[in-house]
């Protein structure tokens, strides 16, 4: 079963304390055995981690792409392509696969992704209030490293605070992501909400059963069954009977082929 990792995005200007909120958050979620896996958005223009004239810069000269770097202590993937050609979650599909995400920076994409849980860095009220203007979806918690009242924590002193609201967020989107596993992902509002995404915070706040799902529910009575690589592609009644009848009526066409309308026909599709 595979379970989206939740993404945790603290974001802030130069200077605001992102570094050590995510120290913090990072230690704890490490101490507590969860596999952490973080990024970091660099807004220097045209910065490299590789180094021109070394033997991986001439492999990406000569068109390499990605290029991989291996050392007794560390392997490195080095990709020519940077943030103006890939989303964040195309990015992050390069990760491992791990427990959480915590992204240091990349305002402009966290900000406006309602799948990203936002810790706000601020220096001032003035940049408290634009960051809040500008997202969209869950903020974890605000934060500073100069006093300014609620609902604005102080980065030392309410560390431990920054870091239970962290966990708690993580817990609760590790939760509705295995239920989200386990719907079929059709989105087609036979229960009631308008995705599956919806249904599964639902199930979360308990004001919704599993059962409510009506494909699930039919499942058991298709007769028609799509996997993929071994991943099933849940399917409705009436795509399944079409499905079945058309496949039918063609096998029914072969030569020697006697069809009644109960056979079990399995089609294997080679690559």
């Not at 599909?93 to 990203?116: A, C, K, Q, T």
């Amino acid at each position: 079963m595979y379970v989206k990792a939740p993404v945790v995005g603290v974001v802030g200007h130069k200077e605001s304390g992102k570094t050590t909120v995510i120290e913090s958050i990072v230690q704890e979620l490490a101490k507590r055995g969860y596999r952490v896996a973080t990024a970091k958005h660099i807004p220097q223009k045209g910065f490299s981690i590789d180094t021109e004239g070394k033997d991986t810069w001439r492999h990406s000269v000569a068109g390499a792409n990605p290029v991989v770097s291996v050392s007794d202590v560390e392997t490195a993937v080095l990709i020519k392509n940077g943030e103006a050609k890939l989303s964040l979650d195309q990015s992050l599909r390069f990760m491992p696969e791990i427990d959480v995400i915590v992204l240091e920076g990349f305002s402009r994409l966290v900000l406006d992704d309602e799948n990203v849980g936002k810790i706000l860095c601020v220096r001032s009220r003035e940049e408290y209030n634009d960051f809040r203007e500008k997202t969209r979806g869950e903020i974890v918690a605000s934060c500073s490293a100069r006093p300014m009242g609620k609902p604005i924590l102080r980065i030392k002193e309410g560390s431990q605070i920054l870091v239970g609201r962290a966990l708690r967020y993580i817990r609760r989107k590790r939760k509705m992501s295995k239920i989200l596993s386990r719907l079929p992902g059709l989105n087609c509002g036979k229960c009631g909400h308008s995705s599956c995404e919806e249904m599964a915070v639902a199930i979360y706040r308990r004001k919704a059963k599993l059962n409510d799902c009506i494909t699930l529910k039919l499942r058991s009575k298709l007769k028609t069954g799509i996997t993929i690589n071994d991943v099933e592609v849940p399917i409705q009644p009436f795509v399944s009977e079409i499905i079945r009848k058309s496949i039918l009526g063609m096998v029914s066409c072969l030569k020697g082929v006697s069809i009644k309308g109960d056979e079990e026909i399995h089609v294997k599709i080679l690559s």
